[in-house]
């Protein structure tokens, strides 16, 4: 019984569980538990996308180069930088921080000017109203519970989050899945000895 060993024991109703991933990412984004260097360099954060169609801007319709290569912004010099997809690398040689928040205007190959946000702008923006009391509504558990367990989670180093076929075999379980991945994304737990192994 696991309940007897755990720091804190969620019993959400059964088929909730999304609502509680949701609740752990806005309070990691809230109360800035995200491991920043892995989430600047290990994922897509940084790339820029249109807050016209809400796509991740490519490289073509930026300057006409790949389609499989990706935006950022370089924190350091304020100018937009090029992911090289095929070598998982910037294209530019020089040092290369990429801006993790912001929004930026960018001129398109067509000419056009484009508004865009950081990707990690734009999840934290579609979880900031899963408060924790939100989701204890949709749960039937204890907002503050919530609260402590997603800090628990998010200063963790290493923590691991499993799943199997309770979470991914219901209405939500897709969501859930994708929750799952972005908490472990978002932490540095991904590949991490003891933590999320893919």
């Known amino acids: 019984d696991g309940s007897a060993t755990a720091d804190i024991w969620l019993q959400p109703y059964p088929g909730t569980d999304c609502a509680i991933s949701f609740a752990w990412l806005n309070v990691i984004f809230e109360e800035k538990l ?14 820029l996308v249109r807050k016209d169609t ?10 006409g180069g790949k389609h499989e290569d990706f935006l950022a912004i370089n924190e ?27 929004t930026f205007k960018i001129k398109m190959a067509d000419g056009s000017e484009v508004e865009c946000w950081t990707a990690f702008d734009a999840i934290e923006d579609r979880f900031k109203d899963w408060t924790p009391e939100r989701a ?3 749960c039937g558990i204890d907002a503050e519970d919530i609260r ?25 379980g897709v969501h859930e899945v994708h929750a ?6 978002l932490t540095g737990n991904l590949e991490a000895p003891g933590g999320m192994r893919m």
């Not at 920043?36 to 290990?42: L, P």
């Not at 937009?80 to 928040?101: K, M």
């Not at 799952?180 to 994304?185: G, P, Q, R, V």
Request: charged share 20%.
């Open 34 to 47: 995200w491991d920043d260097k892995f989430v600047r360099y290990w994922s897509n954060a940084p790339f």
């Open 54 to 63: 809400g796509k991740l801007v490519r490289l073509d319709e930026f300057n």
């Open 76 to 102: 350091i010099s304020g100018q937009p930088v090029t992911w090289c997809s095929d070598e998982n690398r910037y294209y530019e040689d020089c040092e290369v921080t990429p801006a993790l928040q912001g």
């Open 136 to 138: 204890a509504e949709v």
């Open 148 to 172: 402590r367990a997603a800090r628990l989670f998010g200063s963790a180093r290493p923590a691991t989050l499993q799943w199997g076929l309770a979470t991914d075999a219901h209405a939500n």
């Open 180 to 185: 799952i991945m972005a908490l472990s994304a």
